[in-house]
């Protein structure tokens, strides 16, 4: 696996971009204490919105903050956002779908459309009222944005079972005497979690953008905590002062593309069609 | 093919045409002296009986006029529809003799009944402002031009009262023909809003012509106004609040006053010669709530404590983040008010070293933690998040580790405000009407204090001062003992008065008597073109 991730990173120049970005900023949230020259949440009114300079990288915000340092500081709101949102939602999903894909019949019925009503709602009204009702925190956002990742990768799972079931492997396990759950998790779950390993990477993207819209929504984390939707969104109120919202702005878009970048990559890798080129 | 070309230049025509009539519009009224207003929304009805948001009080003193009026941004009330008045000798009835010249925009003249009906109404529909009239016991009217208001008790503010946009003087005549009516089940017989949302009926300068809610509003000059007037013709009124929108809108020019911009929105129009800023501060408060209750309170509910956060807070940041103009009262109340105790000097009034002390006597050298409570809303254009997060920075120098708790308005903090439900908030106040004594509300057992949970008991020395102010009608006697009693709250009040917002207003120096008022945003009956 590892041998051919070196592949694949030495042939396609975008999986290595990617993760080279992700890299850069699981570091920088890592020794965030060490690379912010200052603290997130230090104010000094007295350098309020200055534009960026050498003391400065970044520039300051409304409270003469240093944005460098909280974005710096901001990149851990992000990333554990959006990394425990799709370790939750992917595993909870997966179960889920391999439950319903495996057993099928009545079961698979009620469970799918269980897990179809809520992807009935847009997903962003539907976090966003789950949010609201909950109270803003950064826990709550979490929980509503895995609410409403789920069923997703349960739709993924239950198609990728169906298909692994029919293996021969199987059936050569149960004529074996396993039983039902057994075959499942020790067969079954193993052979079919490749596709939603690649999902979530990409995924992954898609939730830090998730969670930085309902913060930049007012539904995440209380201020002054450095979150990066959050800081976009105290800059719209200084649009000639691009600094404020821009390079928070910038840290979300690198990340979303870095890990999306990541996630076709990936894909590729385990796409048996492509596999040969490498 | 054919078909396809003559339907493609068909489609052009009907373009042209429709561009064409547009611009045919664009151009129209050119010749008339017009003035472009924008400002922000947020109310839903022109209707005075009705009227309670700060915004419409601007087109109410446009095409009404009230008994009594703030002029100059003066805090004492002159009269305008009133000729004069006389108090009785035991202050529970007020004798206004009206001017005889006055009259409507109908030709109908203005009469006592016509001041009975608006105000009765007013009471009767029992909507948002109807509480303005809450004193008027009842209203009689011997003769054409004198009315006499009976009172349920002493009340020095009754004529700030009186020049209250929902205290505006209506056309009875008309009203009654559209809908109207002043009977006791005004509530659930009165029709006439929807007329009075469509075109005005007052004596004012100018009558409304057109309003669509959330969008434009435009006044043109009353032919029949019985006093002198501006020359201004027309005020087309948008309401757009976004403050860049009218910052460009202001320098394009395309917008003659714009009354919703920000500290730093007004940066870019400066060296700009055709426009002209003011930076007012207005009568609007924001300040820190502690509730007195220990359940509710916790820690902030200890008076040495209080007084503590008091000492911490950096006033001089709080008003960076308000804005140029914006200020902090020594007491509860503002500054521009008659008794207010001035503004606080902000060089000397944070002292760490008292505040710290005073914790340690509370018995909280360590200091605690809190939560801070705040709403989503904003105070003139600077959300009160924004204070928030100044707050906790200046506590956290004498250890009080604050935690801002995020609350939607609708979904239960405004309900628990109101109920004295929150431990500590920071919210502001705007003034009902134009007059100190709305400040008493912050008192013991008073509308606000009661939200801190800040009770009646053990106070009454308070509660007869208050009663004493109600009562004083001469005004630098009343004035005294405001002070007096703000006197009696400065060692022990869970009220932290934080900064009087700012108001920025950006014009076209074309015009002149641009104004910020509290009470008419701005007084468009002064604007004249140059």
């Not at chain 1, 997130?40 to 350098?47: A, E, H, K, R, Y």
């Not at chain 1, 059936?171 to 499942?184: D, F, N, Q, T």
């Not at chain 2, 902000?346 to 909280?364: F, N």
């Not at chain 2, 200046?394 to 801002?404: H, K, T, Y």
Request: proline share 3%; aromatic share 8%; charged share 20%.
């Amino acid at each position: 696996m590892i041998r051919s991730i070196i592949k694949l990173m030495k042939s396609n120049y975008l999986f290595t971009l990617g993760c080279f970005i992700c890299l850069c900023w699981i570091l920088a949230a890592i020794f965030a204490d060490f690379i912010a020259p200052y603290g997130p949440i230090t104010q000094d009114l007295s350098i309020r919105l200055n534009s960026p300079s050498l003391e400065h990288l970044f520039g300051t915000d409304n409270f003469g903050r240093d944005i460098f340092s909280r974005v710096i500081y901001g990149g851990r709101y992000s990333l554990l956002a959006g990394c425990v949102t799709v370790l939750l939602a992917g595993t909870i999903g997966s179960i889920y779908g391999a439950i319903a894909g495996y057993l099928g019949g009545v079961v698979d019925d009620i469970m799918m459309r269980l897990s179809e009503m809520i992807l009935s709602f847009p997903s962003l009204i539907l976090a966003m009222c789950i949010n609201a009702a909950l109270g803003s925190s950064l826990f709550n956002t979490m929980f509503a944005l895995v609410i409403v990742a789920w069923p997703t990768y349960a739709r993924l799972m239950r198609s990728v079972v169906l298909t692994v079931k029919e293996n021969e492997y199987v059936e050569a396990a149960r004529a074996l005497g396993a039983s039902k759950w057994r075959v499942l998790i020790t067969e079954i779950i193993p052979n079919s979690v490749g596709s939603v390993l690649i999902m979530a990477t990409t995924d992954l993207g898609n939730q830090i953008l998730m969670f930085s819209t309902l913060s930049f929504l007012g539904l995440g984390s209380a201020p002054p905590t450095p979150e990066w939707g959050m800081m976009v969104s105290d800059g719209v109120n200084y649009f000639n002062k691009f600094w404020v919202a821009g390079f928070p702005g910038l840290a979300i878009l690198t990340m979303a593309v870095g890990s999306n970048f990541i996630g076709d990559g990936l894909r590729d890798l385990m796409d048996p069609k492509l596999r040969k080129e490498f | 093919m054919k078909k396809k070309v003559i339907v493609l230049l068909l489609t052009f025509a009907m373009v042209f045409i429709v561009a064409g009539c547009s611009s045919k519009d664009n151009n129209e009224g050119a010749s008339e002296s017009v003035v472009v207003i924008a400002m922000g929304s947020g109310f839903s009805t022109l209707d005075p009986g009705f009227m309670y948001e700060q915004n419409p009080t601007l087109v109410a003193n446009a095409c009404y006029e009230t008994l009594f009026k703030f002029i100059d941004g003066s805090d004492e009330p002159q009269t305008s529809l009133a000729e004069s008045y006389t108090f009785s000798d035991d202050g529970l009835a007020l004798t206004i003799v009206l001017k005889e010249e006055a009259t409507f925009a109908s030709g109908n003249p203005v009469t006592s009944e016509d001041v009975k009906f608006s105000l009765n109404r007013t009471k009767n529909l029992k909507g948002n402002p109807s509480f303005i009239a809450d004193t008027i016991k009842s209203i009689e009217c011997p003769d054409e031009s004198t009315v006499v208001i009976n009172l349920t008790g002493q009340d020095s503010a009754i004529l700030s009262k009186l020049g209250y946009a929902s205290c505006s003087i209506l056309d009875s005549k008309v009203v009654k023909e559209n809908g109207g009516t002043d009977a006791e089940d005004a509530n659930t017989t009165d029709t006439a809003q929807v007329y009075l949302d469509a075109t005005s009926a007052g004596s004012g300068m100018y009558v409304l012509k057109s309003y669509t809610p959330d969008e434009e509003i435009i006044l043109e000059k009353n032919e029949n106004y019985w006093g002198t007037t501006t020359n201004v013709d027309k005020y087309i009124i948008k309401l757009q609040g976004d403050a860049n929108t009218q910052m460009m809108g202001l320098s394009s020019g395309d917008i003659d006053i714009a009354l919703n911009l920000t500290d730093d929105t007004i940066i870019e129009l400066e060296g700009k010669e055709n426009v002209k800023v003011q930076n007012e501060s207005t009568k609007t408060v924001g300040f820190l709530m502690m509730n007195e209750d220990e359940k509710i309170g916790g820690p902030v509910a200890n008076n040495k404590v209080q007084k503590a956060i008091s000492y911490a807070i950096d006033y001089k940041g709080i008003q960076t983040i308000c804005g140029t103009g914006s200020i902090t009262p020594e007491s509860i109340i503002q500054v521009g008010f008659m008794g207010s105790k001035g503004e606080k000097d902000v060089s000397t009034a944070t002292d760490l070293v008292k505040a710290k002390e005073l914790l340690k006597e509370a018995g909280y050298e360590d200091g605690f933690d809190i939560d801070l409570e705040m709403s989503e809303l904003d105070m003139e254009g600077v959300p009160l998040l924004d204070l928030a997060q100044i707050v906790k920075e200046d506590l956290s120098e004498i250890n009080i580790n604050v935690n801002i708790v995020q609350r939607d308005w609708v979904a239960g903090y405004g309900d628990d405000y109101r109920d004295g439900k929150m431990g500590m908030t920071i919210i502001y106040w705007g003034i009902d009407y134009n007059d100190p004594n709305v400040q008493l509300v912050f008192l013991p057992g008073q509308q606000v204090g009661l939200r801190a949970n800040w009770k009646e008991k053990g106070y009454e020395d308070i509660t007869k001062k208050y009663n004493d102010i109600l009562a004083e009608t001469d005004s630098s006697k009343r004035s005294q003992l405001l002070v007096e009693v703000q006197d009696m709250i400065e060692e022990d009040s869970p009220f932290v008065m934080l900064a009087q917002a700012s108001c920025h207003i950006g014009y076209n120096s074309k015009l002149t008597g641009v104004n910020f008022s509290d009470t008419y945003r701005v007084d468009v009956t002064e604007i004249n073109i140059q």
